[in-house]
């Protein structure tokens, strides 16, 4: 069974580009984003890797690691990196997990336990290894997106949904659609309205069980 929203990811043995560690010793006490590619010297992964190199400065500002993961070696992906960084004009100074034996993909249940890939294989024979964890600092997975190898992914989309997690990690909150940071957050139902005011100061009563309050943040 894979991975799901509140599980603690395992500490899976990594070797990377930058060497070699414990997933959970990567992850430490920060947010950490982990995003998955089926191949080096894709274009599609290319453009995406590139935009999480030039989002470097954001993923700093909200204390968050982040680490790649394709199905190919750590010297494909030394000198994929010369590419990204070509064509994104930024540093991709985050490592990048080598997965030539699909360990890491099938216990984050990226593939089939059972997936046969054939000698010489492609990005299509890899293609559901296209996915995005979020986990928070205890280490549980918060957030999974999962794509096609059509439609490239909106890393702003992904940026969005680490605000809105680290908005209400721990607080009795949550975000309505499209929310961006600073705008008004929900108030959960585990609290009734008197305990909501005690807590929020004025709140706003949309629907008996659509209440809104000023980001807390």
């Known amino acids: 069974m894979g991975l799901r929203i509140n599980d603690i990811v395992p500490n899976l043995d990594l070797t990377t580009d930058q060497g070699s560690f414990k997933l959970h010793d990567f992850i ?13 010297f894709t274009p599609v992964c290319t453009t995406e ?3 999480v190199a030039q989002l470097a400065d954001e993923w700093k500002k909200r204390n968050t690691k982040v680490i790649g993961l394709s199905v190919d070696g750590v010297d494909e992906h030394c000198k994929w990196k010369g590419d990204i960084e070509s064509y994104s004009g930024a540093k991709a100074t985050f490592p990048i997990i080598a997965d030539k034996d699909l360990a890491v993909s099938k216990a984050l249940d990226m593939l089939p336990a059972n997936a046969y890939l054939p000698d010489g294989r492609t990005a299509a024979d890899t293609a559901t290894v296209r996915v ?3 986990v928070s600092p205890d280490k549980k997975l918060q957030l999974q997106m999962t794509y096609p190898m ?5 890393f702003a989309e992904v940026l969005r949904a680490l605000d809105a997690l680290q908005a209400t ?3 009795p909150i ?17 609290l009734d309205n008197e305990a909501a005011k005690a807590k929020f100061g004025n709140i706003d009563i949309k629907l008996p069980y659509l209440r809104t309050t000023k980001f807390p943040g």
């Open 49 to 51: 890797f590139g935009a």
């Open 174 to 190: 949550a975000t309505p659609a499209n929310w961006t940071t600073g705008q008004d957050v929900i108030v959960a139902l585990s």
């Open 132 to 134: 995005v964890f979020i």
């Open 169 to 171: 990690y721990g607080k």
């Open 28 to 40: 430490g006490d920060q947010w950490t984003i982990l995003f998955s590619h089926p191949k080096d």
């Open 150 to 154: 059509s439609v490239g992914r909106n």
